[in-house]
């Protein structure tokens, strides 16, 4: 398994396609007393969509593998 960083092609909450790798600045001081100002934790492997200004991250699961696969319906 690599552990090469998998690139999404596009925001999931936006549709926009100008992403970027996301990495928080130095953490400043500050007074502000809301935390909706503050910026997100920092997460290994965030992107950031400029359209949308939202910060996310791709995650693998896993996979499901059925128990029986002769009983599924045909499509």
Known sequence: MSNARVVPYFCPY???EDLRP???SEPEETTDPHPANAE???VRG??????CTRVF?????GMVIP?????HPST
Do not use: G, I, R, Y
């Open 46 to 51: 965030a992107w950031h969509c400029t359209s």
């Open 22 to 24: 996301w990495a928080p």
């Open 40 to 42: 997100p934790k920092a």
């Open 67 to 71: 128990n029986d696969v002769t009983n």
């Open 57 to 61: 991250t791709v995650a693998f699961q």
């Open 14 to 16: 936006c549709a926009d």
